[in-house]
Each structure stands twice: as C-alpha cells, then as structure tokens.
C-alpha cells in the first residue's frame, strides 16, 4: 500500500523484452529513501505496484508483466524516461495523501494545462465507465500522485497542481495528449460494489478504455 506521496523521480535505466513483459531498470536519485531497498519489496512506478526482483548501486529491476502493460502506460517508457517513485507505507508512516494501492484503473489522456499564477489546472478526459468513480474534492492518483479532484464535469476533471508537485514528481512533463496512469479511491470503488456495480465491471471497462483512447486517435 501507498499514500501518493511521492518520494522520489528516477529514470529509467533499460527496458529489456522478456517473455510475458518487460524487465525494467530504475536508477533512483535519492538515495537516503532507498537506502534499504531490498528484493521483494513493493515498489510505485508512476502508481504501478512492482516487485523489486533485482537491485545494485543506485538501481533497482522489475518484471512488468502483460496485465500490467496492458491496464498503464509503463510500456511506453524507454531509456531515460522519468518516473515517480514511492516505496511501500509503514504502519507509522504519516498518511500525507490517501489509502493508493498501486493497482492502476485505466490509462487516460490530458486534455489540457492551463497556467493560473504559480499553479496549473490539468484537465484529463476520462471513460465514461470511471464516472462512478470521481467526485469533486475526493482523491485521485495520477501517475501515483496523490491528488484532489479540482473540477468535474462530464468525461473530464481538473486538479490544481501546486508549485511543490509540480517540482518534485513527473507532472511537470506532461504535455496535452500525454497519456497517464489513474487509480480511483478504493472507497468509491466499494460503494459501487455495494450498490451492485461488480469490481469486474472496472476491469471490463480498462479494456474499453484501451478502443476509447484509439477513438480520441491517441
Ligand atoms: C504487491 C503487488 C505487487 C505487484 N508486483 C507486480 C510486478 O512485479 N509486476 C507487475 O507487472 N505487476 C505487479 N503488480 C500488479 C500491477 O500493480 C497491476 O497490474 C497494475 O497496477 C495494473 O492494475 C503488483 C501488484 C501488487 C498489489
Ligand atoms: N492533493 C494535492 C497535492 N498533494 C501533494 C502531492 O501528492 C505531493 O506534493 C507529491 O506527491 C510530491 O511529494 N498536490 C497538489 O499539487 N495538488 C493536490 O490537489
């Protein structure tokens, strides 16, 4: 388990195909945080839960698996590619942002970046199945940042990035039409649940969203 908080940006190292995925290399930067880094350990690449497999100086491996590729976006990334990095929470840790499981909902798409003084609204457009799921002020993880729902209205929202994310994880690279990993508040997803709308249904509708984004021609 997460909190959204993210702890570090790294860079992809290598990305080697595999059968059944991808091994991916990350080299961290802040090496205080990842200091006791050991093999099994869980860690967020841009909100993906992975399994540290391999790790040496300044780097750590992880087998993306195809169920993986095919609900994010980590099969896009190469060589160089900037990722926010979080290590799993411990009980004491403080809950800075919200209850982030690391298993990512649907790949989705920004709409737009509006500059508002110091700050930036980014707007993402968002399958109509995911509606249930997003409410004004509640938590969304994008690209495993713990963020706030600024703004809905019907198939996107908007959350205000402050000057402090925006330095400190990858959001600051996201252009309009950059694709992006979202994970929904696991307690939207038991309300639903409870209301008769089966988990399976968010599962179906990753793979809609996989025809919607070829539709938008992304
Ligand atoms: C504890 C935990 C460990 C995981 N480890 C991996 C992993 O090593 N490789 C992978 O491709 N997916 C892994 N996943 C699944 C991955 O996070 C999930 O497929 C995506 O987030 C899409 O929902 C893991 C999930 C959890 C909860
Ligand atoms: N909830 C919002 C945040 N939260 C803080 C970030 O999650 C944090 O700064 C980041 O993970 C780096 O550690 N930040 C915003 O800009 N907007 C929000 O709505």
């Not at 497999?53 to 300044?58: P, Q, T």
């Not at 290590?87 to 982030?100: I, M, N």
């Not at 994970?183 to 025809?211: H, M, T």
């Amino acid at each position: 388990m997460f909190t959204g908080i993210i702890k570090d940006v790294g860079r992809v190292g290598g990305v080697t195909r595999r059968q059944g995925g991808l091994r991916l290399r990350v080299q961290f930067s802040n090496a205080a945080e990842f200091a006791d880094l050991s093999v099994d350990e869980s860690v967020s690449i841009n909100g993906a839960c992975q399994t540290v497999v391999a790790l040496g100086e300044g780097w750590f491996e992880v087998d993306t698996v195809e169920e993986t590729l095919s609900k994010t976006t980590l099969g896009s990334l190469h060589h160089g590619s900037l990722v926010n990095l979080e290590r799993a929470v411990r009980p004491q840790d403080r809950l800075g942002g919200h209850f982030v499981l690391g298993h990512v909902d649907c790949a989705a798409v920004v709409e737009k970046i509006r500059e508002l003084g110091s700050s930036r609204e980014i707007w993402i457009a968002f399958p109509d199945a995911f509606s249930p799921f997003i409410v004004s002020a509640g938590s969304i993880t994008i690209d495993g940042i713990s963020l706030t729902v600024a703004k809905l209205e019907p198939l996107l929202f908007a959350v205000a990035v402050i000057p402090y994310t925006f330095a400190q994880t990858t959001i600051n690279e996201l252009k309009s039409g950059s694709r992006v990993n979202l994970e929904f508040d696991i307690l939207g997803k038991y309300v639903a649940r409870q209301l008769g709308r089966p988990p399976s249904s968010v599962a179906v509708a990753s793979k809609i969203d996989e025809g919607w984004l070829r539709e938008q021609g992304f």
